[in-house]
């Protein structure tokens, strides 16, 4: 009985040091990830960074960006095939502020795509506190109906 006891014990810390390995190597693979997406979005203490929600169809992706508090005049919007990149100041109000969780100088925020997308064919909108950007897709994948001879 001692025998399987020890056995036991020798299979329980084998277990034990190779889920710790494992929970070491996803520690670092999740911290390697955070590490390019925070150096990937140029964020900076300064500034707010935006929530944004990327959407897809067949020919473009669609990002919807939270940005209260600032105008269209007041966004900086640039695109590149791989990425776009927003910096929008923000207004003060004309009054005291009691607590504030918004940064004074804005929003900035860069965003890696899925895909290549058309800069020159991108359009803009600003609406109620969200600015709606439409990203055509460089290569539009369809089916084609191909006729069999």
Do not use: C, W
């Not at 804005?106 to 290549?116: A, S, T």
Request: aromatic share 4%; hydrophobic share 35%; glycine share 4%.
């Amino acid at each position: 009985m001692t025998s399987n006891s020890s056995d036991l014990e020798h299979m329980v810390n084998k277990a034990a040091v190779e889920a710790a390995r494992m929970g070491s190597q996803v520690h670092q693979r999740a911290k390697k990830i955070l590490d390019q997406m925070s150096s990937d979005t140029g964020e900076s203490k300064d500034y707010d960074m935006p929530s944004i929600d990327l959407l897809e169809t067949n020919e473009e992706l669609v990002a919807l960006v939270a940005l209260p508090g600032t105008t269209k005049d007041m966004i900086d919007l640039k695109v590149t095939e791989e990425s776009f990149a927003i910096s929008a100041r923000t207004t003060p109000r004309d009054m005291t502020y009691l607590s504030r969780e918004t940064s004074q100088k804005g929003f900035k925020r860069e965003i890696k795509l899925p895909e290549e997308i058309k800069p020159e064919q991108v359009k803009a909108s600003y609406e109620n506190g969200i600015l709606e950007i439409h990203l055509p897709k460089l290569a539009v994948v369809s089916a084609q109906r191909v006729s069999v001879d």
